[in-house]
């Protein structure tokens, strides 16, 4: 079975992350399927694409496991958050449950953001010895602002659905049961749009963005590199796989 799904249904695609046994946790075949299930041409009578998943859990993250054992392509996870951010058709979350770490910045990536009350995010990199990139940072720069970004990235502590909406970071939040028609709500409103609007004022959207490529972050990237080397940063994979509290030592 694919750990990513694809359904078009007339103007809706749907992808779905299908790997419930492992939280849906992104490893290289995960990374891979998501991106491809963003093309650069979506069909003409796309309209609006969605995110979804299956079992318990939105997305726990890059798996642990995967990087412990130093599997993976580096940036892999940029390249497939770049894809949805440059869709050029809007993309709506419909997060049900645990959006953390890379299940964050997925969530976020999007252009709305559909939330259960009981779900909860987080960015808990700091416990575990790690740092964003500057890609996954500036995204919460972006969406978060100086303060909020504060509040889930140095602290790393995992937020309520209902603390990230009264932050302005994701659109919509209902009871759990009533998840799947609110989210259908901005769903059909998109769909019911005009395409040609869509798709220009997401192309005016994804220029703004561009702006802040302009910035100079290549030592910031290097020294991301360093923590994730960092002995600290084998100690905080290893404690949190062993679910005990890590010893970090600043080296």
């Given at each position: 079975?694919?750990?990513v ?37 979506p ?5 609006v ?22 599997l ?7 390249v ?27 969530a ?11 779900a ?47 932050l ?7 009871e ?11 769903i059909d ?24 490529e ?31 509290k890590p010893?970090?030592?600043g080296?």
């Open positions: 079975m694919s750990k799904l694809v359904e078009i249904d007339g103007p809706v695609r749907t992808i779905t992350l299908n790997r419930p046994e492992k939280r849906n946790a992104l490893d290289p075949e995960t990374l891979d399927g998501l991106s491809a299930a963003f093309p650069d041409a069909g003409v009578d796309e309209r694409a969605v995110v979804r998943a299956n079992g318990p859990s939105f997305c726990s993250g890059m798996d642990l496991g995967q990087k412990a054992a130093g993976g392509k580096p940036g892999a996870i940029e497939m958050l770049r894809r949805v951010e440059v869709y050029p058709l809007p993309v709506v979350a419909v997060v049900h449950g645990p959006a953390i770490a890379g299940g964050n910045e997925l976020l990536h999007c252009d709305f953001v559909v939330a259960a009350s009981t909860i995010f987080g960015m808990s990199l700091a416990q575990i010895g790690l740092a964003p990139t500057w890609f996954l940072a500036k995204k919460l720069m972006e969406v978060a602002g100086p303060v909020a970004m504060r509040e889930i990235l140095l602290l790393g502590d995992p937020l309520p659905a209902t603390r990230m909406h009264e302005g970071l994701i659109a919509r939040v209902a759990p049961d009533a998840l799947d028609g609110e989210a259908q709500k901005i409103r998109l769909a019911a749009n005009a395409p040609m609007s869509l798709r220009n004022m997401k192309a005016m959207m994804v220029r703004q963005m561009a702006f802040r302009a910035t100079d972050y290549d030592d910031l990237n290097a020294d991301v590199a360093k923590v994730a080397a960092s002995a600290d940063a084998l100690e905080g994979v290893k404690a949190r796989l062993e679910r005990r010893n970090f030592r080296e």
